[in-house]
């Protein structure tokens, strides 16, 4: 019975630290800033935007191709923040959804995060 009171303990304080933890997790922020339309519908987006993208780099570097629709560069000017003008930074549309589901990406050491217009200069 001891032992059984214990465990009903136990399994109460785990039960409060998950939800403690649960409810510290930070949901990510999807801000759609900037009208227009995205390249395919939002939910082939959400599912493949990554092979859009891998897939293009691919055919960029190795075959030189280059087409608008699966630009980075693209989706940089039309999903950078009015604020900060980046895609990255913490509600940054790319960092914030990829903070939640644990991504990191390389591109930015050879990309820009900030949209076009508001950086004059930048690197491709
Ligand atoms: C080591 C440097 C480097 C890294 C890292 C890198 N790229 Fe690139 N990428 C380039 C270069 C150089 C080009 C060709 C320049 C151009 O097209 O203007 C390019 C072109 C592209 C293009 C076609 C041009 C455009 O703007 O759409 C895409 C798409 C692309 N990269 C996607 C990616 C993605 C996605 C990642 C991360 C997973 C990435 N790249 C990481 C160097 C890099
Ligand atoms: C001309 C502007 C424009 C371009 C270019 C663009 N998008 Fe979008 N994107 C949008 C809009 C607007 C939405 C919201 C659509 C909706 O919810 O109806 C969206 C939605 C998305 C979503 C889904 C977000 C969610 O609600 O979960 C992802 C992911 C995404 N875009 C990634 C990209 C990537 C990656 C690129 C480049 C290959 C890109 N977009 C190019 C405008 C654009
Ligand atoms: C709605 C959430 C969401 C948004 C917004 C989003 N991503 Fe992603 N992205 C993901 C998820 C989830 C994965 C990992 C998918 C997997 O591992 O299968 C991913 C993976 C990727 C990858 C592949 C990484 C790798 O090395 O395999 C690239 C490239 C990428 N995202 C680019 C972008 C870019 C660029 C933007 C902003 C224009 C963006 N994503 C916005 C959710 C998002």
Same mark, same amino acid.
């Given at each position: 019975m001891k /032992? ?7 399994a109460a304080? @785990? +039960? ?5 933890? *649960?409810? =510290?997790?930070?949901?990510?922020v ?13 939910e ?5 935007h990554?092979?859009l ?5 691919d055919?960029? /570097? ?9 630009s @980075? +560069?693209g989706c940089?000017?039309c999903? *950078?923040? =009015?604020?900060?003008?980046?895609v990255?930074?913490e ?10 589901a ?8 050879c990309?820009?995060p ?11």
């Amino acid at each position: 019975m001891k /032992v059984f009171a214990a465990l009903l303990a136990l399994a109460a304080v @785990l +039960a409060a630290g998950l939800a403690f933890a *649960a409810g =510290r997790t930070a949901k990510p922020v999807v801000l759609i800033e900037r009208p227009g339309q995205c390249v395919e519908a939002t939910e082939v987006m959400r599912r493949d935007h990554m092979k859009l993208l891998l897939h293009q780099r691919d055919r960029t /570097v190795r075959d030189g191709i280059r087409t608008k629709p699966q630009s @980075l +560069a693209g989706c940089v000017d039309c999903h *950078a923040s =009015r604020k900060t003008g980046s895609v990255l930074g913490e509600q940054g549309f790319c960092q914030s959804c990829h903070a939640y589901a644990g991504v990191r990406l390389d591109c930015w050491e050879c990309h820009t995060p900030k949209a076009r217009a508001q950086a004059a200069g930048a690197k491709p």
